[in-house]
DNA sequence: TAGTTTCTGTAGGATAACCTACACTTTATC
DNA sequence: GATAAAGTGTAGGTTATCCTACAGAAACTA
């Protein structure tokens, strides 16, 4: 009877991968380890893609003789199911007290501010009908 | 040569018990147990409580023949820390663009924007009035 | 074709995170 | 004291995370 402990999401390790797939599309191990923010060892890289294949984070397609790999789970969802873990440890699981509380904690300067209630503005009122715009 | 590997400032597990604390204060393990939101074993509470101890993160003083325990990092502390983190992994380190990413990616309700728009303009205007914080 | 380079597959090991079991200590009760 | 109840300390085990090493396979070059 052994009690399974499901494996996170993604782990710290893996988040930096995906973050250059994200970024960059599809791309071979070197490629992946020219782009990384730190210096990281082939093999080491290699284990961290190993892993996210085997959850179905990325897949890969042969081209030569390496792989392409590519991200499957999107920034997106991955964003909302850590900031969701991280409002349901510290807000109650409420995203306006999580946002409330960054705002009230955080040093921003007066022009991310000032963004930020046009941003919460523009939201407001379309909250009901308008279809969605691109923009930034 | 062995690579240390640092362990995480508060496991998923860790924050679970700390948060009871924050809440309620000092506390004996068994008043944990039944504050806390899902069934524990005692023993397996009596580990967390353990290794927040050596990590430093609650103290404990005895009182009859039990332990109370107390948060020593404070829940801000804590809350910052991990929202660094996710705004490292996924806005450059941008704390703004952690929640301007929030605030468009999650449901809010009308008067959760209205709030955080009030929110934002008071931070705005304190920010603006004193303006000779030096920040940090 | 052989030789070289480059990439992959797999095994293995170290630490961290999580839980359980059981014996020991302390306190209260008789 | 003796005893039971409640709380503690410690050893042990499983899974997860992260990294390394080395041998083999695939493609390129001569």
Redesign the interface.
């Given at each position: 009877m052994t009690k399974k402990q499901q494996p996170m999401a993604l782990t710290?390790g893996e988040?930096?991968v995906m973050?250059v797939l994200w970024e960059q599309g599809e791309l071979k191990p070197t490629e992946i380890e020219e782009r990384f923010p730190r210096p990281i060892k082939n093999a080491a890289l290699r284990f961290q893609l190993k892993t996210l294949l085997e959850k179905g984070h990325v897949t890969r397609r042969k081209e030569g003789k390496a792989y392409l790999y590519q991200a499957v789970t999107q920034?997106?969802g991955a964003?909302?199911k850590?900031?969701r873990?991280?409002a349901e440890?510290?807000c109650q699981g409420s995203?306006?007290g999580?946002?409330?509380?960054?705002?009230?904690?955080?040093?921003?300067?007066?022009s991310?501010?000032?963004?930020?209630?046009e941003?919460?503005?523009q939201?407001?009122a379309k909250?009901k009908s308008s279809r969605r715009r691109e923009s930034k």
């Open positions: 710290p988040i930096e973050q920034r997106e964003f909302k850590m900031t873990r991280l440890s510290f995203t306006a999580l946002i409330a509380e960054l705002i009230k904690s955080e040093e921003l300067s007066p991310e501010i000032k963004e930020l209630q941003l919460a503005a939201r407001g909250t």
